[in-house]
């Protein structure tokens, strides 16, 4: 199945570091999502983007919807221990009669208190 | 409480056996997904239903059935031709709109004994 491309995999920071991290795709996309999930639990929807160009915080959490539509980027400031976890960016595909979430591989972070 | 319960959180398989992983919902959503997790794959779509009675084929469908015979229960049966079945089984609910923002149950764990 078609995947986003999420990076950075993986990052290991010091408490109070500011992160970034995004996803790409050659597909054009309407929506997208951002999600985290804490281990052995289900995502949880942290912010969605709806236009390209559009930027929405939550909190510390700021994301963008490229102005491409191929793009998303999802940054947290100041981070704290319970930031910790796994980032996955999803993407809405529409095809025709069907729309369908693309994911990404999910970008997992720990952070240093 | 609105919400999506999974049952159990722990499951156990024989080989050779089929085992059934419960997904309830209370928040009217027509919409219904299951996803297989495994390590550093992120999200694999099983199983989807847009309807009542009615679903269809994800990526990966071979070796798994569903049924949606009430809107708010959508079972997912692990059958013995799975022959690695072992992973984090999560379901999702969305209302059936344009925005098609997914909300998670907290997961089952299957392993094999």
């Known amino acids: 199945g078609q995947q986003l491309n999420q990076s950075p995999q993986s990052m290991f920071i010091q408490e109070g570091e500011d992160v970034s991290m995004n996803c790409t795709s050659s597909s054009i996309f309407n929506t997208w999502l951002w999600y985290k999930q804490d281990p052995g639990e289900g995502p949880v929807l942290l912010i969605a983007l709806y236009k390209a160009g559009e930027l929405t915080s939550n909190g510390r959490l700021t994301a963008q919807f490229g102005i491409t539509r191929k793009d998303s980027f999802l940054n947290i400031s100041a981070s704290i221990p319970s930031d910790v976890g796994i980032y996955f960016c999803?993407?809405?595909?529409?095809?025709?009669?069907?729309?369908?979430?693309?994911w990404g591989l999910g970008t997992s972070l720990a952070v240093n208190p | 409480d609105g919400g999506i319960t999974q049952s159990p959180k722990y499951l156990f398989r024989k080989e050779g056996q089929n085992v059934t992983l419960s997904c309830e919902q209370n928040l009217n959503h027509d919409a219904m997904y299951w996803y297989r997790q495994d390590p550093g794959q992120g999200l694999r779509l099983i199983y989807y239903?847009?309807?009542?009675?009615?679903?269809q084929k994800g990526d990966i469908a071979e070796g798994y059935s569903v049924s949606r015979e009430k809107k708010e229960s959508f079972p997912l049966t692990v059958t013995s031709a799975q022959k690695n079945p072992t992973a984090f089984y999560l379901c999702?609910?969305?209302?059936?709109?344009?925005?098609?923002?997914?909300?998670f149950g907290a997961g089952t764990r299957l392993s094999v004994l």
């Open positions: 239903s847009q309807i009542v009675n009615d679903f």
């Open positions: 999803a993407g809405l595909l529409n095809a025709g009669n069907n729309r369908k979430l693309i």
């Open positions: 999702a609910s969305n209302r059936g709109d344009l925005r098609n923002i997914q909300y």
